[in-house]
């Protein structure tokens, strides 16, 4: 989504599952299957925009997430909490004149 500066994955995992590497691999397959994008193309953005922290914990609790979206890894004004089955539309351009 255009609207988001930067998209911070919390890979909750409690065993040798997906890491942050390959899920930036998935992404940027994903991206190039998808957008058409180059390996080049595909790489900026990733580097740009996705950031992922592997939590090794397993799912975290309300207040981990709160406390997460306080981390310095996480950059913006508007901070936006969801799981990874959410979708958003171009009314989320709205959210930075709340």
Do not use: W
Request: aromatic content about 8%; overall charge negative; hydrophobic content about 40%.
């Amino acid at each position: 989504n255009p609207h988001f500066d930067q998209v911070v994955v919390y890979l909750d995992r409690e065993d040798n599952a997906e890491s942050c590497l390959d899920f930036r691999q998935a992404m940027s397959d994903l991206s190039r299957q998808v957008f058409s994008m180059t390996a080049g193309e595909s790489n900026e953005l990733l580097t740009n925009k996705l950031k992922c922290v592997d939590v090794q914990t397993g799912q975290p609790s309300y207040y981990q997430m709160f406390n997460n979206a306080m981390a310095e890894v996480v950059t913006g004004d508007v901070i936006v909490l969801a799981n990874a089955d959410m979708a958003f539309d171009d009314t989320m351009s709205l959210a930075r004149s709340l």
